[in-house]
């Protein structure tokens, strides 16, 4: 059974940096990645991970966020950097089998989520 557990979120002023973290079992080799949602907003996906270790991000957080996995520690992260008001959201950490590991199917095709992480940004 997949389990996935999201921590790290918190509260920043814009510019400032947060790593989220998720731990993760029974998801080996999966698409990993990460999506966010914003009150009155749809989902939106803002990196993924493949099990060759490409990567992808939106156009919005590009340079700034950061996706890794640790497969020795079970652990996927999340680096902002350069955060901005409009990066305040739940993020949640995914996992999915048979899909194309892409930022912007993370948030739809993913067959496994967790609780989710808040991070809020100030100005």
């Known amino acids: 059974q997949v389990q996935l557990v999201e921590s790290g979120g918190g509260s920043v002023q814009a510019g400032g940096s947060l790593r989220l973290s998720c731990a993760v079992s029974?998801?080996?080799?999966?698409?990993m990645g990460w999506f966010r949602q914003a009150p009155g907003k749809p989902r939106e996906g803002v990196a993924s991970i493949d099990t060759d270790g490409v990567t992808s991000y939106p156009p919005s957080v590009v340079g700034r966020f950061t996706i890794s996995l640790d497969n020795a520690k079970k652990t996927l992260y999340l680096q902002m950097a350069s955060l901005k008001p409009e990066d305040t959201a739940m993020y949640y950490c995914?996992?999915?089998?048979?899909?194309?590991?892409?930022?912007?199917?993370?948030?739809?095709?993913?067959?496994?989520w967790g609780k989710g992480t808040q991070v809020t940004i100030s100005s």
């Open positions: 029974g998801a080996t080799n999966y698409c």
């Open positions: 995914a996992a999915g089998r048979d899909m194309v590991c892409r930022w912007y199917n993370i948030k739809s095709d993913a067959d496994y």
